[in-house]
Antibody, heavy 120, light 108 residues
Framework: EVQLVESGGGLVQPGGSLRLSCAASGFTFSSYEMNWVRQAPGKGLEWVSYISSSGSTIYYADSVKGRFTISRDNAKNSLYLQMNSLRAEDTAVYYC?????????????WGQGTLVTVSS | EIVLTQSPATLSLSPGERATLSCRAS??????LAWYQQKPGQAPRLLIYDASNRATGIPARFSGSGSGTDFTLTISSLEPEDFAVYYC??????????FGPGTKVDIK
C-alpha cells in the first residue's frame, strides 16, 4: 500500500524557517517524481514545488522561489521541503504528492498533510 | 501561467441527481486536464486524468470530457459520499502546475 506521511509542521514566526519531511513507503520511491502542494485555510490548492526521480530537475512556484528548497534522499525514501523567510501567506497545510508514472504533472497519491502556521 | 476557472462555485443537488461541473482554461491545455475530489479534513483524491481517463478505483458514475479550453466533470447519479469539493488541474504547460478554485457540491 502506498503511504506518504508528512511531518515537521508547526507554528513559526514570520522570517523563520521550517523543514518538512515526507516519508514514503509501499512503492519504489526512487522511480517517482514528487511534489509539494499546499492549501491555505479555507482556500484552494496551490502547487509549490516539483523534483524529478533523481533530483536533477527541480521547479518552484514563483511565490516560493528563492525561499523554499525541495530535496530528496532516495536511500531513505524521503522527500523534504526547507522553508526559509516564512511569511504569513505561507500558512497552509502542506501535502506531499506523488506524480503518476506515465502522466507527469498529475498527482495520484497524497499524504495527509502537515499544517504550517506563520504568526507572531 | 494558465489560469483555470470553475463554475459554478457551489452546486446544490440531491442524492441521485446528475452533477455537471465546468472548468475553463485561459488557453488551450489540449487534453491535459485532471479532476480531484476533496472531502473536509482529507487530502485530495485523483478522479480523472487527461480529460476523460478514470483513475484506478474510481466508480463509473464519474466521467470527464472536453478538450482545448472547456472541460466537464459529470457525476451521473450522486451518492452521499460524493458531496465534496472538486478541483480541476492542468499539466499542459508547466511549471507552474495550476488548479482551479474548486466547485463545492453540497446537499440540497
Amino acid at each position: 500500500e502506498v503511504q506518504l506521511v508528512e511531518s515537521g509542521g508547526g507554528l513559526v514566526q514570520p522570517g523563520g524557517s521550517l523543514r518538512l519531511s515526507c516519508a514514503a513507503s509501499g512503492f519504489t520511491f526512487s522511480s517517482y517524481e514528487m511534489n509539494w502542494v499546499r492549501q491555505a485555510p479555507g482556500k484552494g490548492l496551490e502547487w509549490v514545488s516539483y523534483i524529478s526521480s533523481s533530483g536533477s530537475t527541480i521547479y518552484y512556484a514563483d511565490s516560493v522561489k528563492g525561499r523554499f528548497t525541495i530535496s530528496r534522499d532516495n536511500a531513505k525514501n524521503s522527500l523534504y521541503l526547507q522553508m526559509n523567510s516564512l511569511r504569513a501567506e505561507d500558512t497552509a497545510v502542506y501535502y506531499c504528492a506523488r506524480s503518476c508514472t506515465m502522466v507527469r504533472g498529475v498527482f495520484d497519491y497524497w499524504g495527509q498533510g502537515t499544517l504550517v502556521t506563520v504568526s507572531s | 501561467e494558465i489560469v483555470l476557472t470553475q463554475s459554478p462555485a457551489t452546486l446544490s443537488l440531491s442524492p441521485g441527481e446528475r452533477a455537471t461541473l465546468s472548468c475553463r482554461a485561459s488557453q488551450s491545455v489540449s487534453s491535459y486536464l485532471a479532476w480531484y475530489q476533496q472531502k473536509p479534513g482529507q487530502a485530495p483524491r485523483l478522479l480523472i486524468y487527461d480529460a476523460s481517463n478514470r483513475a484506478t478505483g474510481i466508480p463509473a458514475r464519474f466521467s470527464g470530457s472536453g478538450s482545448g479550453t472547456d472541460f466537464t466533470l459529470t457525476i451521473s447519479s450522486l451518492e452521499p459520499e460524493d458531496f465534496a469539493v472538486y478541483y480541476c488541474q492542468q499539466r499542459s504547460n508547466w511549471p507552474p502546475l495550476t488548479f482551479g478554485p474548486g466547485t463545492k457540491v453540497d446537499i440540497k
